[in-house]
Protein backbone atom coordinates (compact mmCIF):
# COMPACT_ATOMS: atom_id res chain seq x y z
CA UNK A 1 0.00 0.00 0.00
CA UNK A 2 1.20 3.46 -0.87
CA UNK A 3 0.61 6.45 1.30
CA UNK A 4 0.18 9.98 -0.66
CA UNK A 5 2.03 12.69 0.53
CA UNK A 6 2.24 16.32 -0.81
CA UNK A 7 4.61 18.61 -0.15
CA UNK A 8 5.06 22.13 0.83
CA UNK A 9 8.47 23.77 0.49
CA UNK A 10 11.74 23.21 -1.39
CA UNK A 11 13.99 24.94 0.54
CA UNK A 12 17.42 23.85 2.52
CA UNK A 13 15.68 21.16 5.11
CA UNK A 14 13.23 19.55 2.28
CA UNK A 15 16.01 19.13 -0.30
CA UNK A 16 18.43 18.17 2.44
CA UNK A 17 17.18 15.92 4.61
CA UNK A 18 13.28 15.15 4.28
CA UNK A 19 13.06 14.31 0.83
CA UNK A 20 16.14 12.09 0.08
CA UNK A 21 14.26 9.99 3.03
CA UNK A 22 11.12 10.41 1.44
CA UNK A 23 12.79 8.90 -2.11
CA UNK A 24 14.11 6.08 -0.66
CA UNK A 25 10.38 4.69 1.31
CA UNK A 26 8.73 2.51 -1.60
CA UNK A 27 5.29 2.57 0.64
CA UNK A 28 6.07 6.65 -0.38
CA UNK A 29 4.24 8.61 -3.52
CA UNK A 30 5.38 11.92 -3.94
CA UNK A 31 2.29 12.88 -5.42
CA UNK A 32 3.29 16.87 -5.81
CA UNK A 33 5.02 20.08 -4.36
CA UNK A 34 4.84 23.89 -3.98
CA UNK A 35 6.54 26.55 -3.50
CA UNK A 36 6.54 30.14 -3.91
CA UNK A 37 9.63 30.39 -6.12
CA UNK A 38 9.90 28.89 -9.61
CA UNK A 39 13.25 28.01 -9.49
CA UNK A 40 13.63 26.54 -6.27
CA UNK A 41 10.08 24.52 -7.35
CA UNK A 42 11.18 23.25 -10.87
CA UNK A 43 14.80 22.04 -9.30
CA UNK A 44 13.22 19.63 -6.77
CA UNK A 45 10.65 18.33 -8.19
CA UNK A 46 13.08 17.25 -11.09
CA UNK A 47 15.75 15.90 -8.30
CA UNK A 48 13.21 13.72 -6.77
CA UNK A 49 11.14 13.72 -9.47
CA UNK A 50 7.72 14.51 -7.98
CA UNK A 51 5.43 15.06 -11.18
CA UNK A 52 3.51 18.11 -10.20
CA UNK A 53 3.92 21.70 -9.14
CA UNK A 54 2.44 24.14 -7.95
CA UNK A 55 2.52 27.40 -6.35
CA UNK A 56 -0.44 27.48 -4.29
CA UNK A 57 -0.49 25.03 -2.01
CA UNK A 58 -4.63 24.85 -1.86
CA UNK A 59 -4.91 24.21 -5.81
CA UNK A 60 -2.13 21.28 -4.50
CA UNK A 61 -4.36 19.42 -2.26
CA UNK A 62 -7.39 19.70 -4.30
CA UNK A 63 -6.12 18.47 -7.40
CA UNK A 64 -3.29 15.80 -5.65
CA UNK A 65 -5.92 14.35 -3.01
CA UNK A 66 -2.68 13.41 -0.31
CA UNK A 67 -2.95 11.58 2.64
CA UNK A 68 -0.21 13.76 4.30
CA UNK A 69 1.32 16.73 4.09
CA UNK A 70 4.75 17.93 4.51
CA UNK A 71 5.32 21.85 5.60
CA UNK A 72 8.93 22.92 5.20
CA UNK A 73 8.22 26.45 6.29
CA UNK A 74 10.21 29.67 8.29
CA UNK A 75 8.26 29.59 11.97
CA UNK A 76 6.46 32.20 11.64
CA UNK A 77 4.35 31.16 8.43
CA UNK A 78 3.73 27.34 9.77
CA UNK A 79 0.47 27.95 11.41
CA UNK A 80 -2.46 29.08 9.05
CA UNK A 81 -0.85 26.35 7.05
CA UNK A 82 -0.96 23.46 8.99
CA UNK A 83 -4.23 24.59 10.93
CA UNK A 84 -5.74 24.80 7.10
CA UNK A 85 -4.19 20.99 6.48
CA UNK A 86 -5.93 19.96 9.66
CA UNK A 87 -9.08 21.10 9.37
CA UNK A 88 -9.21 18.90 5.77
CA UNK A 89 -8.26 16.40 7.76
CA UNK A 90 -4.93 15.27 6.54
CA UNK A 91 -2.02 13.66 8.33
CA UNK A 92 0.93 16.47 8.69
CA UNK A 93 4.76 16.54 9.51
CA UNK A 94 6.30 19.77 10.29
CA UNK A 95 9.89 21.01 11.02
CA UNK A 96 10.73 22.29 14.27
CA UNK A 97 9.57 24.49 15.82
CA UNK A 98 5.56 23.94 16.12
CA UNK A 99 4.63 26.80 16.25
CA UNK A 100 6.04 30.51 17.27
CA UNK A 101 4.39 30.20 20.58
CA UNK A 102 2.99 27.67 23.45
CA UNK A 103 -0.73 28.90 22.06
CA UNK A 104 -0.13 28.31 18.53
CA UNK A 105 0.88 24.74 19.23
CA UNK A 106 -1.51 23.98 21.46
CA UNK A 107 -4.46 25.06 19.30
CA UNK A 108 -2.83 23.20 16.32
CA UNK A 109 -2.87 19.99 18.60
CA UNK A 110 -6.49 20.21 19.63
CA UNK A 111 -7.50 20.54 16.22
CA UNK A 112 -5.42 17.56 15.08
CA UNK A 113 -7.00 15.68 17.87
CA UNK A 114 -10.76 16.62 17.11
CA UNK A 115 -10.21 15.90 13.11
CA UNK A 116 -8.17 12.37 13.92
CA UNK A 117 -5.17 13.80 12.00
CA UNK A 118 -1.91 12.16 12.94
CA UNK A 119 0.85 14.67 13.37
CA UNK A 120 4.80 14.85 13.72
CA UNK A 121 7.04 17.46 14.80
CA UNK A 122 10.64 16.94 13.59
CA UNK A 123 12.65 16.74 16.96
CA UNK A 124 15.01 14.55 15.11
CA UNK A 125 17.55 14.28 17.68
CA UNK A 126 15.27 12.27 19.76
CA UNK A 127 15.58 9.71 16.57
CA UNK A 128 19.46 9.91 16.24
CA UNK A 129 20.60 5.81 16.56
CA UNK A 130 23.86 7.07 18.77
CA UNK A 131 21.13 8.91 21.47
CA UNK A 132 18.77 5.72 20.94
CA UNK A 133 21.74 3.22 21.34
CA UNK A 134 23.34 4.99 24.28
CA UNK A 135 19.78 5.41 26.06
CA UNK A 136 19.17 1.61 25.92
CA UNK A 137 22.40 0.79 27.31
CA UNK A 138 21.60 3.25 30.25
CA UNK A 139 18.35 1.43 30.53
CA UNK A 140 20.02 -1.65 30.61
CA UNK A 141 21.13 -0.62 34.25
CA UNK A 142 18.48 1.27 35.51
CA UNK A 143 16.70 4.58 35.10
CA UNK A 144 18.54 7.68 33.87
CA UNK A 145 19.13 9.61 37.12
CA UNK A 146 20.21 13.12 35.96
CA UNK A 147 20.82 14.26 32.19
CA UNK A 148 22.31 17.32 30.33
CA UNK A 149 22.11 18.80 27.25
CA UNK A 150 24.06 21.27 25.77
CA UNK A 151 23.79 23.07 22.37
CA UNK A 152 26.53 26.01 21.18
CA UNK A 153 26.55 28.30 18.53
CA UNK A 154 28.90 31.35 17.45
CA UNK A 155 26.51 33.91 16.02
CA UNK A 156 28.44 36.83 17.55
CA UNK A 157 27.72 39.83 15.78
CA UNK A 158 24.63 38.39 14.08
CA UNK A 159 20.60 39.86 14.64
CA UNK A 160 18.01 37.93 16.14
CA UNK A 161 16.30 35.32 14.03
CA UNK A 162 14.38 35.66 11.34
CA UNK A 163 15.22 39.53 11.88
CA UNK A 164 13.02 39.01 15.78
CA UNK A 165 10.20 37.23 14.65
CA UNK A 166 11.34 34.10 16.82
CA UNK A 167 13.30 33.91 19.59
CA UNK A 168 16.40 31.74 20.09
CA UNK A 169 15.18 29.30 22.45
CA UNK A 170 11.77 28.12 20.44
CA UNK A 171 13.35 27.90 17.19
CA UNK A 172 16.50 26.40 18.03
CA UNK A 173 17.64 25.39 21.24
CA UNK A 174 14.29 23.74 21.61
CA UNK A 175 16.28 20.74 20.34
CA UNK A 176 18.13 20.52 23.61
CA UNK A 177 15.04 21.35 25.82
CA UNK A 178 13.23 18.30 23.99
CA UNK A 179 15.69 16.12 24.43
CA UNK A 180 15.66 16.54 28.13
CA UNK A 181 11.84 15.41 27.92
CA UNK A 182 12.69 12.70 25.89
CA UNK A 183 15.46 11.34 28.31
CA UNK A 184 14.34 12.53 32.00
CA UNK A 185 10.40 12.41 31.08
CA UNK A 186 8.05 15.01 32.51
CA UNK A 187 9.22 18.19 34.46
CA UNK A 188 8.11 18.69 37.97
CA UNK A 189 9.65 21.98 38.55
CA UNK A 190 12.51 24.16 36.46
CA UNK A 191 14.93 27.08 37.97
CA UNK A 192 16.58 28.90 35.01
CA UNK A 193 19.03 32.06 34.10
CA UNK A 194 18.17 33.79 30.69
CA UNK A 195 20.73 35.84 29.26
CA UNK A 196 21.39 38.57 26.25
CA UNK A 197 25.73 37.67 26.01
CA UNK A 198 26.85 40.95 23.62
CA UNK A 199 23.19 41.23 21.72
CA UNK A 200 19.75 43.02 22.60
CA UNK A 201 17.99 40.10 22.24
CA UNK A 202 17.95 36.51 24.58
CA UNK A 203 21.07 34.18 23.09
CA UNK A 204 21.83 32.06 26.54
CA UNK A 205 19.34 29.92 28.09
CA UNK A 206 20.50 27.52 31.09
CA UNK A 207 18.17 25.78 33.63
CA UNK A 208 18.00 23.33 36.01
CA UNK A 209 15.36 20.96 36.06
CA UNK A 210 13.08 18.20 38.23
CA UNK A 211 11.27 15.73 36.28
CA UNK A 212 8.11 13.84 38.05
CA UNK A 213 10.13 10.83 38.03
CA UNK A 214 12.49 12.05 40.81
CA UNK A 215 15.80 12.87 38.28
CA UNK A 216 17.38 15.85 37.57
CA UNK A 217 17.98 18.18 34.23
CA UNK A 218 20.61 20.40 33.37
CA UNK A 219 19.98 22.42 30.42
CA UNK A 220 23.63 24.16 28.75
CA UNK A 221 23.18 26.64 25.63
CA UNK A 222 24.74 30.23 24.15
CA UNK A 223 24.78 31.25 20.72
CA UNK A 224 28.13 32.83 21.26
CA UNK A 225 30.44 30.04 22.10
CA UNK A 226 33.06 28.63 20.21
CA UNK A 227 31.48 26.51 17.60
CA UNK A 228 28.51 24.61 17.33
CA UNK A 229 28.41 21.87 19.64
CA UNK A 230 25.46 19.61 20.07
CA UNK A 231 25.92 16.91 23.00
CA UNK A 232 23.68 14.75 25.49
CA UNK A 233 24.93 13.21 28.73
CA UNK A 234 23.10 10.47 30.66
CA UNK A 235 23.62 9.16 34.11
CA UNK A 236 22.14 5.65 35.68
CA UNK A 237 23.49 3.51 38.54
CA UNK A 238 26.94 2.93 37.81
CA UNK A 239 26.70 4.17 34.00
CA UNK A 240 27.24 7.29 32.78
CA UNK A 241 27.30 8.14 28.63
CA UNK A 242 28.57 10.89 27.05
CA UNK A 243 27.11 11.29 23.56
CA UNK A 244 27.67 13.61 20.36
CA UNK A 245 25.55 12.10 18.03
CA UNK A 246 26.81 13.34 14.88
CA UNK A 247 30.56 11.78 15.72
CA UNK A 248 30.33 9.33 18.81
CA UNK A 249 29.10 7.99 22.16
CA UNK A 250 31.82 7.07 25.28
CA UNK A 251 30.23 5.02 27.70
CA UNK A 252 31.80 4.21 31.08
CA UNK A 253 30.57 1.39 33.64
CA UNK A 254 31.48 0.34 36.99
CA UNK A 255 34.72 2.10 37.48
CA UNK A 256 36.49 0.74 34.37
CA UNK A 257 38.84 3.59 33.16
CA UNK A 258 38.43 2.15 29.79
CA UNK A 259 35.27 3.01 28.44
CA UNK A 260 33.38 1.98 25.19
CA UNK A 261 33.48 4.35 22.20
CA UNK A 262 30.48 3.54 19.42
CA UNK A 263 30.60 5.72 16.46
CA UNK A 264 27.77 7.57 15.08
CA UNK A 265 28.51 6.19 11.66
CA UNK A 266 28.16 2.47 13.72
CA UNK A 267 25.20 3.04 15.32
CA UNK A 268 23.52 4.50 11.86
CA UNK A 269 25.05 1.69 9.92
CA UNK A 270 25.79 4.94 7.50
CA UNK A 271 28.21 7.76 7.17
CA UNK A 272 24.99 10.14 5.74
CA UNK A 273 24.28 12.67 8.18
CA UNK A 274 20.55 12.63 7.28
CA UNK A 275 21.13 8.84 8.31
CA UNK A 276 23.20 9.55 11.14
CA UNK A 277 21.69 12.97 12.55
CA UNK A 278 17.83 11.19 13.17
CA UNK A 279 16.20 12.26 10.02
CA UNK A 280 15.87 8.89 8.51
CA UNK A 281 14.93 7.00 11.58
CA UNK A 282 11.98 10.18 12.34
CA UNK A 283 10.58 10.24 8.74
CA UNK A 284 10.76 6.53 9.06
CA UNK A 285 8.81 6.69 12.17
CA UNK A 286 6.15 9.27 10.79
CA UNK A 287 5.21 7.12 7.44
CA UNK A 288 5.32 3.80 9.51
CA UNK A 289 2.49 5.58 11.84
CA UNK A 290 0.56 6.43 8.98
CA UNK A 291 0.65 3.16 7.47
CA UNK A 292 -0.44 1.53 11.06
CA UNK A 293 -2.61 4.42 11.96
CA UNK A 294 -0.67 5.16 15.07
CA UNK A 295 0.22 8.72 17.16
CA UNK A 296 3.71 9.65 15.86
CA UNK A 297 6.04 9.93 19.53
CA UNK A 298 6.62 13.64 18.74
CA UNK A 299 2.64 14.34 17.76
CA UNK A 300 1.52 18.17 18.82
CA UNK A 301 0.20 17.03 21.73
CA UNK A 302 3.70 16.00 22.85
CA UNK A 303 5.54 19.06 21.47
CA UNK A 304 2.90 21.28 23.24
CA UNK A 305 4.47 19.83 26.35
CA UNK A 306 8.02 21.18 24.80
CA UNK A 307 6.55 23.97 24.23
CA UNK A 308 5.33 24.28 27.49
CA UNK A 309 9.30 23.93 28.90
CA UNK A 310 10.29 26.43 26.96
CA UNK A 311 7.66 28.53 28.37
CA UNK A 312 8.28 27.83 31.91
CA UNK A 313 12.45 28.47 30.99
CA UNK A 314 11.64 31.54 30.76
CA UNK A 315 8.92 32.09 33.25
CA UNK A 316 11.68 31.07 35.88
CA UNK A 317 14.84 33.22 35.36
CA UNK A 318 15.96 33.76 38.40
N1 LIG B 1 15.55 20.04 12.57
C1 LIG B 1 16.59 20.83 12.36
O1 LIG B 1 17.71 20.56 12.82
C2 LIG B 1 16.40 22.07 11.56
C3 LIG B 1 17.50 22.75 11.01
C4 LIG B 1 17.27 23.89 10.26
C5 LIG B 1 15.97 24.36 10.07
N2 LIG B 1 14.91 23.69 10.62
C6 LIG B 1 13.52 24.16 10.44
O2 LIG B 1 13.07 23.80 9.14
C7 LIG B 1 12.13 24.76 8.67
C8 LIG B 1 12.49 25.14 7.26
O3 LIG B 1 13.81 25.66 7.26
P1 LIG B 1 14.64 25.77 5.90
O4 LIG B 1 16.01 26.16 6.32
O5 LIG B 1 14.46 24.57 5.05
O6 LIG B 1 13.91 27.03 5.25
P2 LIG B 1 14.07 27.59 3.77
O7 LIG B 1 13.85 29.07 3.89
O8 LIG B 1 15.31 27.10 3.12
O9 LIG B 1 12.83 26.94 3.01
C9 LIG B 1 11.49 27.30 3.21
C10 LIG B 1 10.79 27.29 1.85
O10 LIG B 1 9.41 27.57 2.05
C11 LIG B 1 8.94 28.34 0.95
N3 LIG B 1 7.69 28.98 1.35
C12 LIG B 1 7.49 29.95 2.29
N4 LIG B 1 6.16 30.22 2.39
C13 LIG B 1 5.52 29.39 1.53
C14 LIG B 1 4.13 29.18 1.18
N5 LIG B 1 3.15 29.87 1.76
N6 LIG B 1 3.83 28.24 0.24
C15 LIG B 1 4.82 27.53 -0.35
N7 LIG B 1 6.14 27.68 -0.07
C16 LIG B 1 6.48 28.60 0.85
C17 LIG B 1 10.10 29.30 0.67
O11 LIG B 1 10.04 29.82 -0.64
C18 LIG B 1 11.31 28.37 0.88
O12 LIG B 1 11.72 27.73 -0.32
C19 LIG B 1 12.12 25.89 9.68
O13 LIG B 1 11.00 25.75 10.53
C20 LIG B 1 13.37 25.67 10.53
O14 LIG B 1 13.17 26.04 11.90
C21 LIG B 1 15.11 22.56 11.35
Known amino acids: ?9 AG ?13 FPEVELVGLCD ?6 KATAKKFSIPR ?17 YILMPPYHLFDLVIDCLERGLHVFMEKPPGVTREQTRQMALLAER ?89 S ?26 SVEMHGPGIVAFVDPEKQAIIYQDNHEQGTVVS ?4 AGSSEIYKVGGFFAENRHFIDCLLKKQLPETHLGDAVKTMELVEAIYRHSL
Open 1 to 9: MKVKVALIG
Open 205 to 230: FNALMIFESGSVGFLSTNWVSGKRIF
Open 12 to 24: TMANTVHYPCLKE
Open 115 to 203: KGCLTMTGFQRRFAPLVRLAKERIAQKGPILQCQANFFKQTLGAGPYYRGAIDILTCDAIHAVDILRFLGGEVKKVASCVRSLYADYDN
Open 53 to 69: TYTDYRKMLQETEPEAV
Open 264 to 267: AQEA
Open 36 to 41: LVEEKL
